[in-house]
């Protein structure tokens, strides 16, 4: 994946894909040992580009919430593809800057995790992650996801300053999110864009629910009983998610 040319940051801002090694990350991060287990599902992470002021002349961010210098792009080449949104977990963690998580896996998909940070309200000087948005890993060639890639190019984001452009990022990160279930990029008018939002946080919670139902549901432990009762809950489930999937066509389209 050519990430250099799918995002266009500018040349000034390119690290050359530097190593980063796992040792640092360990260390860095504080990692229990389950989370090193999880560096495990990588064979690469690698510093692809570090924008801000200096090289991309977009206005760092200091406020009683935010303190944000830089954001970094990392390229992480993963052994296979089960385990994306895990390791997307820990590397966040590990970088005090807001991070864009660049995925790649053998087969030739793709994936993207953004993060944004804000300052802890617990330590003084420390940083924690204040939301993550991610896409799974896709097929950079369909038609939804390239509208999802193009809207992300460096020249698309608002550069105002760095929160607003990290902002836009997770926001459309989000979007692409749903992808899976509409099988659109969703776009609509400015003014739908708070509706929108609502509605991509309600899929997310009704997926998140299938998931649990569905764990549940094929849980060898779970009685015949049980299984009939989660069986219910799940097309329930399932019909909601459906709705909300059909609101989110009728506003991108109206």
Request: glycine letters at 6%; a positive charge.
């Amino acid at each position: 994946m050519d990430w250099a040319q799918t995002f266009g940051l500018p040349a000034a801002t390119l690290s050359g894909d530097k190593l980063v090694p796992k040792t640092m990350v360990v260390r860095q991060g504080g990692l229990t040992a389950a989370e090193q287990k999880l560096l495990k599902q990588f064979s690469r992470l690698r510093l692809h580009a570090t924008v801000g002021k200096q090289n991309a002349r977009i206005a760092t961010v200091q406020t009683a919430d935010h303190d944000i210098a830089s954001v970094i792009y990392l390229r992480c080449e993963l052994v296979r593809d089960g385990t994306f949104r895990e390791v997307a977990g820990v590397l966040h963690k590990v970088f005090p800057n807001p991070v864009v998580l660049l995925f790649e896996e053998p087969g030739g998909k793709a994936g993207v995790s953004v993060s944004l940070k804000r300052k802890s309200l617990a330590e003084k000087g420390a940083v924690v992650v204040e939301r993550t948005d991610s896409v799974r890993l896709f097929n950079p060639t369909e038609a939804a996801y390239a509208d999802y890639l193009a809207d992300i190019q460096h020249a698309a984001l608002p550069q105002a300053d760095l929160l607003t452009y990290v902002t836009a990022l997770c926001d459309r990160t989000a979007k692409a999110a749903a992808i899976s279930a509409i099988g659109m990029y969703p776009r609509c008018k400015d003014e739908d864009t708070p509706q929108l939002m609502a509605l991509l946080s309600h899929l997310r919670e009704a997926e998140g629910k299938i998931s649990v139902l569905r764990s549940r549901y094929r849980d060898k432990e779970t009685t015949l009983a049980e299984s009939s009762r989660l069986r219910i809950e799940l097309q329930k489930a399932e019909r909601m998610r459906d709705g909300i999937a059909s609101e989110i066509k009728e506003l991108c389209h109206g």
